[in-house]
């Protein structure tokens, strides 16, 4: 056995049915790697076997969030500082290829030298709970923007007594003539219009639903951030969800932008000096804050102004936006914190 004095860096490349966990020292020397079950008794066994090489700095893990989530909890639970690691690195790729083993490796790497990595987020079971209605919700309205368009296309090709019937309804009230239509074995065509009016008629009580739950969580968990002008209850927990009940790990409202992909980047020149959007970070935040900004440049007037010096001052339209992105991410910043306090989850 090693000597127990050791310390090193465990990394482990997740899977959905096995994760596989490598060892390093704590000077990059490759110690040993194994596969384990994705399970409870898998994590056990895989920080048993970790342990028995020496004391554990930290971890490196892929894909936190999604297959090695059950991982990184419990490490964390184990008291181990755990890091989500990104892709890996392409050039090492193309030099080395590519294994469960490499990857592996290369995460215990990045873990060591804390770069390609970032303190992994934690989430409370209210919060899986959260973006679990939130995935649930984005797929509802995507299923129902998808059959309103193709009851709208289907009406496209009806006979032109029926079409010219149709036609010119907008959606309520096409849903609503085409529910109402008596089938029959002869008439396909009103089967299917019906059918798919059903469709969008169940999509609206379970879209109102998964609404409902979002706004009571976001009323019980963010009142502050949801106070905000042009946020409303699906950006304040979007926002919730992406960066984690433990927002400690970013140190400043910076590094909260860089998350939401706001942060200005320079693409400057000799001569040419300027930056651009981010288009890095958390898209759906990044998404939040672009609606929120929208709101504002029509419903603020204290916005529009600003908007309006910035492009007196010779910027761009785009470029007045993404300054103004990057002062409501402030905001969301400092609100989300006194939020996450209040409720006494930050650590």
Known sequence: MAETARRIIMGADTHKQFHTVAVISKTGERLASKSFDANTKGYRQALTWTRSFGEVMRAGVESCGTYGAGLCVYLKKSSIEVYDVYAADKQKRRRRGKDD?????????????????????DASAMLESLSLLKMAYAQTVKHRTATVNALKAAVVSLPDALRSRLRHMGTPEL???????????????????????????????????????????????????????????????????????????????????????????????????????????????????????IVRIKGCEKTQRFVDKKMSEGKSKKDAIRILKRYLVREVYKALRADIAALGLAG
Not at 263 to 292: D, E
């Open 175 to 293: 849903v609503r003539t085409c529910c109402a239509f008596r089938t029959s074995a002869d008439n396909d065509m009103k089967l299917v219009l019906r059918t798919m009016a059903k469709r969008i008629q169940y999509l609206d009580v379970e879209r109102a639903l998964l609404d409902k739950k979002i706004e009571s969580y976001a009323d019980a968990l963010l009142p502050c951030t949801k106070s905000l002008l042009g946020i409303g209850h699906h950006g304040a927990t979007t926002f919730l969800c992406a960066a984690g009940q433990n927002i400690e790990r970013m140190k400043s409202e910076s590094a909260f932008s860089m998350l939401c992909g706001t942060s200005p980047l320079p693409v400057s020149t000799s001569n040419n000096y300027h930056h651009r959007l981010n288009r890095g970070g958390n898209r759906k935040a990044n998404s939040a804050v672009h609606t929120m900004a």
């Open 101 to 121: 083993t490499e990857d592996a490796f290369q995460a215990a790497e990045a873990a060591l030298s804390l770069e390609r990595c970032a303190v992994a987020k």
